[in-house]
């Protein structure tokens, strides 16, 4: 004790120390007990985004929306490409259980972030009568039932995927069903019921439940097998389908996410390739490539893509992995359609034939049908996607081939980066390409410049490259098929890299290329993919020796090239890599190809089938008619209308259409879909020309009347997938004169 102090009572109005307060302040506890009120279901909903992941999933998705009842606990899940998307969801979401329901959606809870404040969600919430609540900023434990639930997803997923041994890139799928799982286990805040009984007034069947990521047999149907083909392709087990009794499972052969009631289950059996180990990967032999500098240094390619010398700040940040999915053309960066609740268990003494009920899912409920776009799966973003992801071997053998083309070529070599001079980025793009039938060719693996860098006047000047006109295109094989001429098809190898630079560019060390201490850049000797003179300087070397093989350049079109000799005819068709050739006399088409072979590394691929996104299909008459079935699957499946019923007709006659002043315009793609209408329309399909110009007149401030009009076009597709432009065999002559 302190001889004559006394301790003062905390009643006697003692000011507070500033210096305690400001060096021993911490955050107040929080009370233990929660809200006392009772919810009724839907009445409060807490919000929550997860994210970004370290990898994209299937399908592009970055983010992982979950919206959390709290009187029942069920949770919803959404997987978002950004953060923007969440107010779609959250709306659609809010208007389907009131309207499916007849609940009544009172509070909002969320964390007061940007994507969930925005002035268009305060309208909504405005004309719904919902109050917002937001928490306090830095103290997440406010927000605890959105932020557990996350934990509880993300842990649950995340032991899904180890105990599949499946790479990161499966996450949606496993937050997905971890969220279906969940919705379906008894909790006791709720009195030991699941969050769908409370929901659905009835208990959940779990008799069609499987072992996540488990090995599957899907059976092929009859339609698309011959009949020695295996009745059954091997796949994965990824979870339940959301709109149809069926599940969802990952074809291993096709590398995409297909649908199927007709699964046999291995769930004894995990991961996508039991027949390769890890020891087969790293034994695999990858080659050294050497990078010319005076013949004294070389480069080394290394799978984990690091360099030996110490790495700049910005030689590191290029060389980091970055999400960069997004499939030319095809895909639209728009939030996941809601699909509204069913009951899992409604139709569940219906029998259909004679199949088990057990391998008959009902229809579920759950997560985000954009998990996995269905088609565009297992093509990598990134470098280490591809070196570490479920089809590295396959990925790691295009890396090789490009980079030792590459060292063949002499496409660049070592070097130190001079003062001023500024190095560009570099990227791995990787690409599965298909057959006209959609099944994979091969893989390609190809090393881009990152071109958007570039300046004018210092990393180049001129970049103008003539591109193929579907006119000429069409009328070459209008001529091939006309006077029986056989048309071949070869591609060029890496054609880029035969292009020799005019200007002095640097780029910033790629990953899977070693250099030494003493150099810190590479400097471009030949034309790479990405560079803005690429196409340029491809087009000018291959110009240039084709014109001195003898052939001309048609005035037409600088694409296409004619060679006359001894009354026969040949022509070249190139559009950038792919090269056509038809011609009256097969021994000068031979010898054009010989001489092409001599001068750059092709691949022959025979009589044409496919070009440019272009089949071509005989006919038992000997024609030939240029459709677009793939491409015109895509476009219906990208705007929701896969499904659609057909019709005969891509106009509505009796419907006039009639430009609009109304301040609002019409919430679609119509922008986008005349587009992808406008690109079918020109290269094969005449027949919708008048509709596409009809509806291209209402850009300006498209109405609902408007989109109809537009899907009506699609719904004509529908039925028309198989019809193109045909071209039929007419009466030889001995001499065409072009």
Not at 112 to 133: C, M, V
Not at 182 to 195: A, F, V
Not at 662 to 668: F, Q, W
Not at 698 to 713: D, G, L
């Amino acid at each position: 004790m302190i001889k004559d102090a006394k301790a003062p009572s905390k009643s006697s109005g003692t000011s507070l120390c500033r210096g305690c307060q400001q060096g021993k302040m911490v955050q107040k506890p929080f009370p233990s007990n929660r809200d006392k009120r009772n919810y009724d279901t839907f009445e409060l909903l807490h919000f929550d985004i997860c994210g970004p992941m370290e990898e994209n999933s299937l399908g592009g998705s970055k983010y992982l929306l979950l919206i959390v009842d709290e009187a029942s606990g069920c949770i919803k899940g959404f997987c978002l490409r950004a953060k923007s998307e969440s107010e779609d969801c959250i709306k659609t979401y809010i208007m389907k259980v009131q309207k499916q329901f007849g609940k009544k959606v009172k509070f909002v809870r969320h964390d007061g972030t940007r994507e969930f404040a925005t002035n268009s969600l305060k309208a909504f919430y405005e004309d719904e009568g919902i109050e917002q609540q937001t928490t306090v900023p830095y103290a997440h434990q406010t927000n605890g039932t959105a932020e557990r639930a996350i934990r509880t997803i993300v842990t649950i997923g995340r032991s899904m995927l180890h105990h599949a041994k499946l790479d990161k890139c499966f996450w949606a799928e496993a937050a997905m069903t971890a969220i279906y799982v969940k919705n379906r286990l008894p909790s006791p805040k709720i009195e030991h019921k699941t969050p769908f009984e409370i929901v659905y007034k009835s208990k959940p069947s779990v008799k069609h439940m499987r072992v996540f990521g488990c090995r599957t047999y899907i059976l092929t149907p009859k339609e698309k097998r011959l009949k020695w083909d295996p009745k059954a392709r091997a796949g994965l087990f990824l979870g339940y389908e959301e709109v149809s009794k069926a599940y969802r499972l990952y074809d291993i052969e096709a590398g995409q996410v297909v649908i199927s009631r007709d699964v046999n289950f291995d769930e004894s059996t995990f991961g996508l390739s039991p027949t390769i180990s890890d020891e087969d990967v790293d034994d695999l032999d990858f080659e050294s490539l050497d990078i010319d500098n005076d013949g004294s240094r070389q480069t080394e390619y290394t799978q984990a893509g690091k360099r030996k010398s110490r790495p700049s700040d910005e030689d590191e940040a290029a060389r980091r992995p970055r999400a960069v999915r997004h499939r030319p053309g095809l895909e639209e960066a728009s939030a996941p359609n809601y699909s509204s609740p069913h009951r899992a268990d409604a139709d569940e003494e219906e029998k259909h034939g004679d199949e088990d009920d057990d391998s008959t899912p009902p229809v579920f409920w759950r997560a985000s049908a954009n998990a996995v776009e269905a088609g565009d799966l297992s093509e990598p973003s990134t470098f280490q996607e591809a070196v570490n992801g479920p089809d590295q071997v396959h990925w790691r053998k295009a890396i090789h081939a490009e980079l030792k083309s590459m060292r063949l070529r002499g496409v660049f070599r070592a070097a130190k980066l001079p003062n001023g001079q500024r190095a560009i980025g570099t990227k791995w793009v990787f690409k599965i390409k298909r057959k006209a039938d959609g099944s994979i060719e091969k893989y390609k693996a190809r090393l881009v410049a990152k071109g958007f860098k570039q300046k004018y006047g210092i990393d180049y000047t001129e970049k103008f490259s003539p591109v193929v006109k579907y006119v000429t295109l069409r009328m070459v094989i209008a001529i091939a098929k006309y006077f029986g001429w056989p048309l071949d098809q070869l591609d060029v190898v890496t054609a880029f890299l035969y292009g020799i630079m005019k200007e002095q560019v640097f780029c910033i060390v790629p990953e899977g290329v070693d250099l030494d201490d003493d150099f810190d850049c590479l400097e471009l000797v030949k034309a790479i993919y990405g560079l803005k003179q690429a196409s340029r300087v491809w087009n000018e070397t291959f110009d240039e020796f084709v014109c001195s093989i003898g052939f001309q350049v048609s005035a037409f079109d600088p694409c296409l090239y004619i060679k006359v000799v001894d009354g026969h005819c040949v022509l070249v068709l190139v559009y950038v890599d792919d090269v056509l050739i038809t011609g009256s006399s097969p021994e000068l088409i031979a010898r054009t190809k010989t001489d092409l072979k001599t001068r750059f590394e092709m691949t022959d691929s025979g009589k044409c089938a496919f070009v440019l996104g272009i089949e071509l299909v005989d006919g038992p008459d000997g024609s030939v008619t240029m459709c677009q079935r793939r491409y015109v699957d895509d476009i219906l499946k990208r705007f929701g209308m896969d499904e659609c019923k057909a019709v005969v007709s891509p106009v509505d006659m009796s419907t006039r259409l009639a430009p609009s002043d109304a301040a609002t315009k019409v919430n679609a793609p119509f922008r986008e879909a005349v587009g992808a209408l406008m690109h079918l329309m020109t290269a094969t399909r005449p027949d919708i020309a008048y509709a596409v110009g009809y509806v291209s007149r209402f850009m300006e401030n498209p109405q609902e009347e408007h989109w109809v009009a537009v899907k009506r076009i699609f719904r004509y597709l529908q039925g028309t997938k198989t019809h193109g432009i045909c071209f039929k065999p007419g009466n030889k002559i001995d001499f065409l004169r072009l």
